[in-house]
């Protein structure tokens, strides 16, 4: 009897902690950056975002499996002793579609990135990457280096673009 009442509170308990979870975002939040490369799903998405400091965005007109966002430009402060110059990352593939960016370096300094191909099949990818690339453009200009946090709600794109920033500035040393 004993057994049955601990194993009825534990299922009971079970119950009611899978209930409290909430699986999905919603549409309408803002994503918020989260401390790493944690579990969270992507839709691997982007929406044109406009405003001061949120770049372009834009879909390409064949299939709109790819866009670009290019990084808020500030007059770029050019680092001794290096020219200005771009490099192109890998492109990766993620679960939503592929993520590349392109890196400006005044000598060793990012002074901006831009994101060549990242998914916009549908209005969900172009939703959520228009709001997640500006800020990770922003977050790797502020960091000098790939190692920066992952965007909460798009964390497939976050990877990829992470991914596809390390091997640019591989290439760029090497």
Same mark, same amino acid.
């Given at each position: ?32 950056? %989260?401390?790493?490369? +944690? ?5 691997? #998405?982007? &929406? *044109? @975002?406009?405003? =001061?400091? $949120? /770049?372009? !965005?834009?879909? %390409?007109?064949?299939? +709109? ?5 290019? #990084?808020? &430009? *500030? @007059?770029?402060? =050019?680092? $001794? /002793?290096? !020219? ?22 005044? /000598? ?67």
């Amino acid at each position: 009897m004993r057994r049955a009442v601990v194993t009825s509170a534990a299922t009971a308990a079970g119950v009611v902690l899978l209930l409290s979870l909430k699986p999905h975002q919603s549409a309408g939040n803002a994503p918020m950056i %989260s401390s790493g490369a +944690g579990a969270g799903s992507d839709s691997g #998405s982007a &929406s *044109a @975002a406009t405003g =001061p400091g $949120s /770049g372009t !965005a834009s879909g %390409s007109g064949a299939g +709109g499996a790819t866009g670009t966002v290019s #990084s808020p &430009s *500030a @007059a770029p402060v =050019p680092a $001794s /002793g290096g !020219a200005t110059r771009k490099v192109s990352g890998d492109t990766v593939n993620t679960r939503y579609g592929p993520v590349q960016v392109q890196v400006t370096l005044a /000598g060793s300094r990012i002074t901006a990135v831009d994101v060549v191909k990242y998914p916009t099949e549908d209005r969900r990818d172009r939703e959520i990457n228009g709001n997640a690339l500006p800020v990770l453009n922003q977050e790797a200009i502020s960091a000098q280096s790939a190692q920066i946090d992952a965007v909460s709600g798009a964390t497939y794109t976050s990877d990829g673009y992470v991914r596809s920033l390390q091997s640019a500035l591989d290439r760029a040393k090497g």
